[in-house]
């Protein structure tokens, strides 16, 4: 069970659960409202689940939800191994502005992230709907309440519940060890968490934030800010028990070795390129707001086993989400999302070549 945290590079981990879940053929906790989100903002209730009957078991949940763990119990297995990744709050609050500040009311009125973490209760209202968005954001994912004070107590009794229901954190900064991490308590191959980062945005899509802005964001999210500098700790405690910081740059490095191997054979292109220039509309990456979100292009001539591994390593997450509804339930409504997905990827594709000409 992975807890799909926002702003996190938890798409790309999804990704890899995919994949895996796709080889194995593994069941989805799918939602019933044709979302890949799993009724966040609200509590996670087995309601939202897409033919659910009392008593079922899934293999594996991956989508966007707001963790409560009497509700995800009784989808799970006895034995389900539950993670969840996390990054530095000030990047993910960053993000989070840059891809919502238009649409979303806690957000408006502030010229930028700089001039919001100035005075951020000229701002944030605790009646606005989607307030999580400016505050305490991972907490929030893990079921919490973003906006109680932070006293000590209440801290030490809230990691202690993560910890006591989570097998493993992983950390976004720390990327290629947080996928040996997961390798190795999996009892996973190499080869089973190789990936290419998804939802990369453009340099033109990032904020430059002061040293004063950067102080305010710990201070002003410090819920946030200590989960992480905790499971920061404890994630290289787990890796000197575990593998060895020796071991562990070896693994790394491996990893890494894998990876380029197959960006090599699979892309056009060195890295992600602008959405304009992705080539194959199935392969660009949903576009928010104002937001250039990069996508890749796949080399041609690839055999249709490589091929495949290529796509979908670099399938956006609302496509494989589809694909993977549409192969659980093979259904006339499955079919019916693919082709409105396509339709609207054209759409956004043509929109984008209008901008650019």
């Not at 389900?80 to 990054?87: G, K, L, P």
């Not at 954190?169 to 060890?177: G, K, S, V």
């Not at 660009?284 to 091929?307: A, E, F, T």
């Not at 609207?344 to 984008?352: T, V």
Request: with cysteine.
């Amino acid at each position: 069970m992975f807890l799909k945290t926002h702003k996190t590079g938890s798409s790309t981990v999804q990704n890899i659960l995919f994949r895996f879940l796709e080889k194995k053929n593994l069941s989805l906790v799918i939602s019933k409202d044709d979302s890949f989100h799993l009724g966040h903002p609200n509590n996670f209730s087995v309601d939202f689940v897409r033919q659910y009957s009392k008593g079922q078991k899934f293999d594996m949940m991956a989508n966007h939800m707001r963790f409560y763990f009497p509700e995800v119990s009784k989808l799970m297995h006895h034995d389900t191994f539950y993670f969840s990744i996390i990054r530095n709050p000030v990047s993910v609050m960053e993000s989070v502005f840059i891809y919502c500040n238009s649409d979303t009311e806690v957000f408006k009125g502030a010229k930028d992230l700089n001039e919001f973490m100035k005075s951020p209760w000229s701002y944030y209202k605790l009646n606005y709907t989607k307030n999580y968005y400016a505050r305490n954001f991972i907490w929030f994912d893990f079921g919490l309440n973003h906006n109680r004070a932070d006293d000590e107590d209440y801290f030490v009794a809230a990691v202690s519940q993560i910890e006591s229901t989570f097998n493993l954190i992983l950390i976004n900064e720390y990327f290629e060890e947080s996928m040996i991490l997961l390798k190795e308590a999996l009892c996973w191959s190499m080869d089973d968490v190789t990936y290419f980062v998804l939802n990369k945005r453009s340099k033109a899509s990032t904020w430059n934030l002061t040293q004063e802005t950067i102080s305010r964001i710990k201070e002003w999210n410090s819920l946030d800010w200590k989960l992480y500098l905790h499971f920061n700790k404890t994630f290289w405690q787990r890796i000197e028990d575990t593998i060895g910081l020796e071991r562990m740059k070896i693994q790394v490095q491996l990893l890494k070795s894998k990876i380029q191997k197959l960006r090599n054979t699979c892309l056009e292109e060195p890295d992600a390129v602008e959405p304009s220039n992705v080539k194959n509309r199935f392969f660009l990456p949903h576009q928010p707001n104002k937001v250039k979100i990069l996508g890749y292009n796949l080399r041609s001539g690839l055999d249709n086993i490589m091929k495949k591994q290529c796509q979908q390593m670099i399938y956006s997450e609302h496509y494989y989400s589809i694909l993977l509804y549409a192969k659980q339930f093979s259904n006339a409504s499955a079919l019916n999302q693919i082709n409105k997905y396509n339709k609207d990827i054209l759409a956004i594709k043509k929109k984008n070549e209008q901008k650019e000409n």
